[in-house]
């Protein structure tokens, strides 16, 4: 064989390795879309996402904005068909939407995005929620507004049932309603938020139960701070239940300083201080 034609030989082979590694690297391709991406559950601060497998998909991106406009960033990477999309704000709009991609000679691919989803989280708890003193046997339910709700929904314990019934959907922040003279009937409250034609609840208040004639939620909390000689400006977390301690109606107390934290139990009829415990942050 002449040194010409193994010369040629050894072209033509060279040329076949390299058009093959061609063909092989071209064979990789990006994964495909993702489909039918829903929600699966909302909480507070979370959105929970499920979607169909991608055939061959290495894993998936989840990306995440604020209502309808924004920049989008990535809220999660994972190899499951289902993410969390975790620390969101409470009662607000958020829109999502997922791709595929898949890893090939240390390269990554990148499929097209899902179809952008809309979704909800569920607003806070109401806080700070009270009960008045009972008066030709009703008695007003007060609480704080949370943000981003559009309505609430109170509740009161049916004994003999044994369940919490819905008595009232109304959208302000107090309500006054039918108690017993004897005291003893249990009320909590639930905000929600409208999307897209539905209700999403969060989670209920504190319980109050309605009972003697009590002092006022404002006046229970000035007796608490004056005797732990503080200012409201001191103090954050303030919280107060009204319930019944054994045979004694009383408010549960608590808030906080930087270095404390304070806890109350004060008799809703006298105002007196019953216990109090401080303990170092």
């Known amino acids: 064989m002449s040194k010409e034609f193994k010369k040629v030989t050894g072209l033509v082979l060279a040329a076949l390795l390299l058009y093959g590694t061609t ?13 039918n991406v829903t929600v699966a559950s909302v909480d507070e601060d979370e959105i929970n996402l499920k979607w169909t497998k991608v055939s061959g998909a290495t894993g998936y991106q989840v990306y995440v904005r604020s209502g309808s406009s924004g920049s989008w960033k990535k809220a999660e990477t994972t190899t499951k068909n289902y993410a969390e999309v975790e620390n969101l704000k409470n009662a607000h709009v958020y829109s999502v939407r997922v791709r595929a991609y898949t890893k090939s000679g240390g390269k990554v691919l990148y499929g097209s995005y899902s179809t952008v989803l809309k979704a909800t989280t569920d607003p806070d708890e109401p806080l700070n929620v009270s009960i008045g003193a009972t008066s030709n046997k009703k008695a ?65 208040s504190d319980t109050v139960v309605s009972g003697v004639k009590a002092i006022s939620y404002s006046k229970v909390k000035s007796i608490a701070l004056k005797n732990a000689g503080l200012k409201e400006s001191d103090v954050t977390g303030y919280e107060a239940e009204y319930g019944k301690e054994g045979k004694v109606y009383v408010y549960e107390v608590e808030f906080e300083t930087k270095k404390y934290e304070y806890e109350y139990v004060i008799n809703a009829e006298s105002g007196k201080v019953i216990r109090k415990d401080v303990e170092r942050r």
């Open 140 to 204: 007003k339910i007060t609480w704080s507004a949370v943000p981003g709700a559009d309505g609430y929904r109170v509740y009161k314990y049916n004994a003999t049932a044994k369940k919490w019934e819905k008595v009232k959907t109304l959208t302000g922040t107090s309500y006054t309603a039918a108690v017993s003279e004897k005291g003893g009937d249990k009320f909590r409250v639930r905000a929600y938020t409208v999307f897209d034609g539905k209700r999403f609840y969060g989670d209920a």
């Open 23 to 35: 063909t092989f690297a071209s064979a990789a391709s990006a994964p495909a879309k993702v489909k």
